[in-house]
């Protein structure tokens, strides 16, 4: 790759900075209310099963994209139903989809003759050049109906995640919407994939959230800001990754991090400099 071309003249960094845009819009979208579940990690676990997708469409010989798209969506629903059953705590149910994702995946890997180590890689870490034209139309209609749902249902999410007891008095469909946002966070997972990596994508869902909470108070507030610094980090990534030559969600997830560090030493000072209540 040369780092003397300008990127935005290439093919592959327009639909990589494309799906970047995309993807740096809809996972703090969908992260905001994992963190106010206190289940950042969830995207993490979904991860993991999602890894057992790309295997199965490694072994079948099928689009990967789209088997993890089907098992990580009946992984996520399957442990929230266990985890709404009341037997099981919610860090448990994380620890389940954690262990039995990632051997699943491995398992099936194992059993594939088209995994190699190269194609098993583009997933778990993000590749400029693996995203397609089919790609970029892909994340894009999947992005477009993960936020049109936040647009929608956005506060009747944040109801259930900030005091899902409240909401059920209030007559939500909590089950429902519990299900629901199970869902977007496993489409969520899949769709980012491709740009940040399985193993990564959790933390673009939650990293941009938490610099977000440094600066701002207030849902839509905090939405608005965790979106403006998801997609500077996927772009700055991007373009990152193609001079550095290296895997864009390490990129990525670095850029996000040192945004963080950013907006948690302003937050600081600029609470230092609030005057004391007489």
């Known amino acids: 790759m040369g780092i003397a071309v300008n990127p935005l003249a290439l093919d592959f960094m327009q639909r990589a900075l494309v799906a970047a845009l995309?993807?740096?819009?809809?996972?703090?979208?969908?992260?905001?209310?994992?963190?106010?579940r206190r289940m950042a990690l969830m995207g993490d676990g979904i991860g993991h099963i999602a890894l057992t997708g790309?295997?199965?469409?490694?072994?079948?010989?099928?689009a990967p994209v789209l088997t993890a798209v089907v098992v990580a969506t009946i992984g996520a629903v399957v442990i929230e139903l266990v985890r709404q059953?009341?037997?099981?705590?919610g860090?448990?149910?994380?620890?389940?989809?954690?262990?039995g994702g990632i051997a699943g995946g491995v398992l099936l890997i194992g059993l594939s003759s088209d995994g190699t180590n190269a194609n098993l890689l583009a997933y778990l870490f993000g590749s400029l050049t693996s995203v397609s034209p089919t790609d970029v139309v892909v994340i894009s209609a999947l992005s477009g109906v993960l936020l049109l749902t936040v647009a929608v249902v956005g506060r009747e999410l944040f109801a259930v995640c900030h005091d899902e007891e409240y909401a059920r008095v209030a007559g939500l469909p909590v089950r429902t919407l519990n299900i629901l946002l199970a869902v977007m966070a496993a489409v969520t997972v899949t769709v980012a994939m491709r740009v940040v990596g399985l193993l990564l994508v959790?933390?673009?869902?939650?990293?941009?959230?938490?610099?977000?909470?440094?600066?701002?108070?207030?849902?839509?507030?905090?939405?608005?800001?965790?979106l403006g610094s998801g997609v500077l980090a996927s772009l700055s990534g991007v373009i990152g990754s193609y001079y550095a030559d290296t895997a864009p969600g390490a990129m990525i997830v670095v850029v996000a991090l040192g945004f963080f560090l950013l907006a948690s030493t302003a937050g600081v000072v600029v609470r230092r400099r609030r005057p004391v209540p007489a």
């Open 202 to 226: 959790s933390a673009l869902m939650v990293v941009p959230v938490a610099t977000a909470q440094q600066l701002v108070r207030g849902f839509r507030a905090t939405v608005l800001v965790a």
């Open 85 to 89: 059953s009341g037997r099981t705590s």
């Open 22 to 36: 995309l993807v740096g819009l809809a996972a703090p979208a969908v992260g905001v209310f994992l963190v106010q």
């Open 91 to 99: 860090d448990v149910a994380l620890a389940l989809m954690f262990y």
């Open 54 to 62: 790309v295997a199965l469409g490694f072994l079948l010989g099928t």
